[in-house]
């Protein structure tokens, strides 16, 4: 009779397609993982976390937010998509509970690994719950000061390409590919196209005031509640607290115009002190 074997680690295992170390090394990841979300999620947005206390980063803002975001996403996706697979094929009837999307479903899916193991696909849930792992890890472990800037070689090498603000050369962290860094940083915007964010979130990415951002959309009402004058900056979605959501592209456009006028007055300025002296 042929022993059963691990579809992970190739290790003799009584029953299941993975074995139990593999399954409890997948158990302790996504306990790893449910634990990280709150440090990434500060990565993602431009702040830190000292103790109970998250507060905003002080000094340049740049791209990392999306960066971070970007792999935030891919390990939502993931998960939930694990987790309806499971909860369908194992006939799980239960949902995933809490605020944050990815800590319930690690949470869910850590509850059930036992299950897991025993599912055809047992591996390929695994292999990912380890990419996942390994992604959260690399948002929380990026040292400060460097800009996260994509995976190199289009995912011929898979390692990340990192900068530091003033330089002109990136690299990878892992074959050492030297990359031009303002280009990186270009294809790295492409990733908040068309995306919506919060006025908190653009203004801690980009350094700009939630203030000013929020002044450009205020609509200014008459005393019946007419507007009279329509916002500058006007939300194309809102989220799931009806909370408004902005283009990037409208709050640069804005804040460069704004830029602008003041070079102007300054020179304006400049030039009428010149003729009176004159």
Not at 8 to 15: A, I, K, M, Q, Y
Not at 40 to 55: E, F, K, L, N, P
Not at 182 to 206: K, M, N, P, W
Request: with cysteine.
């Amino acid at each position: 009779m042929t022993a059963n074997t691990c579809a992970v680690c190739g290790r003799p295992t009584p029953d299941g397609v993975v074995c139990v170390t593999e399954t409890e090394r997948a158990r302790q990841q996504l306990a790893e993982i449910a634990e990280t979300v709150e440090a990434a999620r500060a990565v993602m947005y431009r702040q830190t976390s000292t103790g109970d206390t998250i507060h905003s980063t002080p000094g340049p803002r740049d791209l990392l937010d999306y960066g971070a975001g970007a792999r935030l996403d891919a390990v939502q996706t993931a998960l939930t998509g694990w987790v309806r697979a499971v909860a369908e094929d194992a006939k799980v009837k239960s949902a995933p509970k809490g605020d944050d999307l990815i800590t319930a479903c690690a949470q869910w899916l850590a509850g059930r690994v036992e299950t897991i193991r025993h599912l055809e696909y047992a591996a390929e849930v695994l292999r990912e719950i380890g990419d996942c792992w390994h992604a959260m890890r690399s948002v929380v472990a990026t040292p400060a000061g460097r800009l996260y800037l994509g995976v190199c070689g289009d995912g011929i090498c898979g390692g990340d390409v990192f900068g530091k603000p003033g330089r002109a050369a990136a690299y990878c962290n892992q074959c050492g590919a030297v990359y031009d860094q303002d280009e990186r940083r270009v294809q790295v915007a492409t990733l908040v196209d068309g995306r919506g964010f919060r006025a908190s979130v653009i203004a801690h990415a980009y350094g700009i005031p939630v203030d000013t951002i929020r002044g450009w959309a205020w609509v200014r009402r008459d005393n019946n509640g007419v507007p009279v004058r329509e916002p500058k900056l006007k939300p194309v979605d809102r989220d799931e607290r009806n909370r408004p959501l902005y283009l990037v592209a409208d709050v640069l456009a804005l804040h460069e115009q704004a830029r602008q006028r003041r070079e102007q007055r300054t020179a304006q300025a400049a030039g009428m002190g010149a003729s009176t002296r004159g």
